[in-house]
Each structure stands twice: as structure tokens, then as C-alpha cells.
């Protein structure tokens, strides 16, 4: 009995690993296919679109069937906040990443958010004369450095819409951050699915404005297979990667979760290689290793592996 329960045990977290593997290669499809609607669609009704079908779909769920979880009673300050906090901060961001797509390559726009754990932990604290402070600047420098290999090339090419892409795909990892902090304040009222299906409809309504004007100036080209692909985008890299990704934080550390964060550069880059033709280059590397590793160095608790004695905090 004991052996059989010791399996189940790690069948449980074999079956979350892998689920979580599996909305990485989701959000890796998914912003593979983003790539490719916003050739053909405007990039903000591109992405209102698909904000508002998958928090609607989020929100049917919770209401007839019990597959998310139960629903919670929203107060009065959690409806305001998830307008002008989560809502607000994620059609903010949508906007900057789906132009970035659009002018620029995938897998750079990946790499440039692949830095964000790192611009989170700057956010965190200013500098200190302690080893926490210099592991968290060390992880920056690391991490801009990275940054750096791919943006500094495209000054020389003289493309005016590739260097604005690499700008607006490095503002992508700042803005996701802010994000990330506007909807860590509003966990405490929410379960992690409720959090995304109110922030993902609130957030695809704000849009609807200048999505208004885009099909104002920009006719919509309506195609079936443009719409079987924003169709994958809407189920599979909005309600499914999430439920995944949030019933993994359910049962393991965030820590722990956020390991698989660091796939994600290499999931849309197979992705973009595969479906797109993407080459990957060397300058690829070279910029992944850099802000992998400085992912690493802010992320890892060196003082639990060298021991406090010699790292200490203070």
C-alpha cells in the first residue's frame, strides 16, 4: 500500500510537470499564431478579440459547471481594481507585444520577455550593500546584456519598423512585470482562473475603442484558417494554458512553477523556426544564454546551496 501511494504521489506530479510543459508549448503556438494574424489583422483587434472570447468563455465556465473552481462574490474596490489595475496593465501590454510581433521577429520578443523575472526583482528593491542586492543587479546586468546582443545589431541595419519592433519588444518585459505586480495585488480576492477570465474580458473591452478605429483605417481581411488560428489562440493559449499553468501554482511552490517560465524563449522560438522560418542565429544563443543565466542568478536561493556563512544577506 505504501509503494502504491508513493507512485500516485509522484504520477501527481509527473501529470502537473507535465501539464505545465504543455502551456508552455501552448503559449509557444499561440504567440506563434499572434505572429501570424497580425500580417493579415489589426494588432489591437487582434488581440480585443481574443481577450474578450476567452474571458467570456472563462467566465461561462465558472458559472455553469464547476470545471474552475467556484466562483467568488466580486466587491465593489475588486471590480474597480481589475478595470484599472489588472484590465488596464494587460491591454497596455497587448498592445506594445502584438505591434512588436507584427514589426519584428518572434523569437526576439520571446527572449526579451524570457527577462522579466529579473526587471521584477529590480522592481523589488533598490541597491544595498548586500549579497541579495548584488545578486539581484548581477542578474540585471547579466540579463541586459543579453538585451543588448540582439537590439544593439538592429541600430546599424537601418530599418525604421525593426528597431522600433526591438524597442517595443523590450518595453514587452517591463510592461509584463508591471502586470504581474497589478494582478499579484488582487490574488488575495481571487483564485488565480477568476483573475484572468474578469482581467481578460475588462481588458478586451478597453480595447475595443482603438480596435474601432484600427477597422476604421485598416480594412478586416476575413479568412477561415486566419479564424481556426485565432480560434487555437482563444482556446488553447487562453483557457487551457492558463487552467494548466494555474493548477500547477495550485499545488507547487510559484518558485518552482516559474522554472518552466524560463522554456517559454525556447518553446516560441521552435515555433517561430518551424511555422514561420524564423532562423535561429547565433546571436539567438548567445542572448538566451545571457539572460538565462541571469534568470538564474536572481532566481536561485544561493545561500540554501553555499550556506549563509558564506553568503550572508546582510
Not at 135 to 160: D, E, I, K, S, T
Request: charged share 10%.
Amino acid at each position: 500500500m505504501f509503494e502504491s501511494g508513493r507512485v500516485a504521489k509522484k504520477t501527481h506530479h509527473g501529470a502537473i510537470a507535465a501539464g505545465l510543459l504543455a502551456s508552455v508549448i501552448l503559449w509557444g503556438g499561440n504567440n506563434t499564431g499572434v505572429k501570424v494574424l497580425v500580417k493579415y489583422w489589426p494588432p489591437i483587434t487582434t488581440g480585443s478579440m481574443r481577450f474578450l472570447a476567452a474571458g467570456l468563455i472563462m467566465l461561462a465556465l465558472f458559472r455553469w459547471t464547476n470545471w474552475l473552481g467556484a466562483r467568488t462574490a466580486l466587491s465593489a474596490a475588486t471590480n474597480r481594481q481589475l478595470w484599472t489595475r489588472s484590465g488596464l496593465s494587460l491591454a497596455i501590454y497587448i498592445i506594445v507585444f502584438n505591434w512588436a510581433l507584427k514589426l519584428t521577429e518572434l523569437s526576439h520578443v520571446a527572449l526579451y520577455l524570457g527577462a522579466a523575472p529579473v526587471w521584477a526583482l529590480l522592481w523589488e528593491g533598490r541597491p544595498e550593500r548586500n549579497w541579495k542586492s548584488l545578486q539581484r543587479y548581477g542578474a540585471a546586468a547579466l540579463a541586459f546584456a543579453g538585451v543588448l546582443v540582439l537590439f544593439v545589431p538592429m541600430l546599424g541595419r537601418g530599418r525604421h519598423g525593426s528597431l522600433l519592433g526591438e524597442i517595443m519588444g523590450m518595453s514587452c518585459g517591463v510592461l509584463w512585470t508591471y502586470f504581474g505586480r497589478q494582478s499579484r495585488s488582487l490574488a488575495r480576492e481571487l483564485s488565480g482562473l477568476e483573475l484572468t477570465a474578469h482581467t481578460f474580458w475588462r481588458a478586451g473591452l478597453l480595447l475595443a475603442p482603438f480596435s474601432a478605429v484600427e477597422l476604421a483605417c485598416q480594412p478586416f481581411v476575413w479568412r477561415g484558417d486566419l479564424a481556426l488560428v485565432q480560434l487555437f489562440c482563444v482556446v488553447g493559449g487562453g483557457v487551457v494554458a492558463f487552467a494548466l499553468w494555474n493548477e500547477g501554482l495550485r499545488h507547487w511552490k510559484t518558485s518552482q512553477v516559474y522554472l518552466f517560465n524560463n522554456l517559454i524563449p525556447l518553446s516560441n522560438m521552435a515555433c517561430a523556426n518551424i511555422f514561420l522560418g524564423e532562423p535561429i542565429t547565433g546571436r539567438f544563443w548567445v542572448s538566451m544564454i545571457l539572460i538565462g543565466s541571469g534568470v538564474v542568478l536572481g532566481q536561485a536561493n544561493w545561500q540554501a546551496i553555499f550556506g549563509a556563512r558564506w553568503l550572508p544577506l546582510e
